[in-house]
Antibody
Framework: EVQLLESGGGLVQPGGSLRLSCAAS????????VSWVRQAPGKGLEWVSS????????FYADPVRGRFTISRDFPQNTMYLQMNSLRAEDTAVYYC?????????????WGQGTLVTVSS | EIVLTQSPATLSLSPGERATLSCRAS??????LAWYQQKRGQAPRLLIY???NRATGIPARFSGSGSGTDFTLTISSLEPEDFAVYYC?????????FGGGTKVEIK
């Protein structure tokens, strides 16, 4: 059974940093791209970042490029999102999601989400 | 960036009725479009991929159509569990983008 479990969310002050983790199980981690998608309170879905199966390719949405870094640890089957210079508009539930197959960036499995709140 | 515009924003229907949801892209995405369902407090669920293919375990009452810039998600007969928010998403071009969502509510 595919499972994705996010952790690391919390309350952080503007300008601060946070690292989110997504522990994956139930599939061959190195075969599939994985991504972060966020949802601000009461709002729609927003793609944040993706990393290819092998980790060699990374992609970022413009609002986070230069501030966020996506990475993956193969022995640990874990994906990370390092978030720096956080802003109030980064407040959201952050979901990790698995690509449907290889590098097909549809999301067939999602975690339960972790809430990031940026506020003073 | 490809903008996906979903309409209507809210659809008020009764169980058993047919729901027709629209997603329009600002430029062609070919058939590289998916639909998701999200219920309150839950993660999204993939319903349709490549515009018209049902994902694993999705009931046959859900169907997708379209290509290029105009896409439709149809729910042939609404079940009580289908009242939710629906999003479209394109994977044709980076950045990946989602539509703003259509809420299907009970009339």
């Amino acid at each position: 059974e595919v499972q994705l479990l996010e952790s690391g969310g919390g309350l952080v002050q503007p300008g601060g940093s946070l690292r989110l983790s997504c522990a994956a199980s139930g599939f061959t981690f190195s075969t599939y791209a994985v991504s972060w998608v966020r949802q601000a309170p009461g709002k729609g879905l927003e793609w944040v970042s993706s990393i290819s199966g092998g980790g060699g390719s990374t992609f970022y949405a413009d609002p986070v490029r230069g501030r966020f870094t996506i990475s993956r640890d193969f022995p640990q089957n874990t994906m990370y999102l390092q978030m720096n210079s956080l802003r109030a508009e980064d407040t959201a539930v952050y979901y990790c999601a698995k690509a449907q197959s290889g590098s097909r960036y549809y999301f067939d499995y999602w975690g339960q989400g972790t809430l990031v709140t940026v506020s003073s | 960036e490809i903008v996906l515009t979903q309409s209507p924003a809210t659809l008020s229907l009764s169980p058993g009725e047919r729901a027709t949801l629209s997603c329009r892209a600002s430029q062609s995405v070919s058939s590289s479009l998916a639909w998701y369902q999200q219920k309150r407090g839950q993660a999204p669920r993939l319903l349709i991929y490549d515009a018209s293919n049902r994902a694993t375990g999705i009931p046959a009452r859900f169907s997708g159509s379209g290509s290029g810039t105009d896409f439709t998600l149809t729910i042939s007969s609404l079940e009580p569990e289908d009242f939710a928010v629906y999003y479209c998403q394109q994977r044709s071009t980076w950045p990946l983008t989602f539509g703003g969502g259509t809420k299907v509510e009970i009339k």
